[in-house]
């Protein structure tokens, strides 16, 4: 299940690891990515602090972290091919996983239903 951020940002829990990637709306209105700067792993943020960059020819955007924790792994393949996260920004164009510092915080996130109205 999705859970996702007023600020674009979509998750998937898996116990205390999020993966974390920016929504299909996003990345839309970014128009085609051509470059990500990605989090180190080993980085802490907490919830709401920049922790990734994405750049298309018309602008750059910070990534926020949903929630607090450490980031566990990079998607590589962002890296070296950012139109991954334009053709399939919910799967295979994820940006980071982080363990979570504290699982609680994504009560307050968006489901699905509340994401939509958002950007309707």
């Known amino acids: 299940m999705l ?3 007023a600020d674009h940002e979509w998750l998937r829990l898996d116990g205390e ?3 974390v990637g920016i929504t299909d709306f996003a990345q839309d209105k970014l128009g085609d990515l051509v ?3 990605l989090p180190k792993v080993g980085a802490k943020f907490a919830k709401g602090a920049a922790a990734a960059t994405v750049e298309s020819v018309k602008a750059a955007s ?3 972290a949903p929630l607090s924790g450490e980031v566990t792994e990079v998607n ?3 890296a070296a091919d950012p139109a991954l996260v334009n053709k399939a920004a919910t799967g295979e164009g994820w ?3 982080m363990r979570l510092a504290n699982p609680a915080e994504a009560d307050g ?3 699905e239903q509340a994401y939509k109205a958002l950007i309707d």
């Open 3 to 5: 859970k996702f951020t």
């Open 17 to 19: 690891v999020a993966t």
């Open 35 to 37: 470059f990500v700067e």
């Open 62 to 64: 910070d990534v926020y």
């Open 76 to 78: 590589a393949k962002v």
């Open 95 to 97: 940006l980071f996983k």
């Open 109 to 111: 996130l968006l489901d």
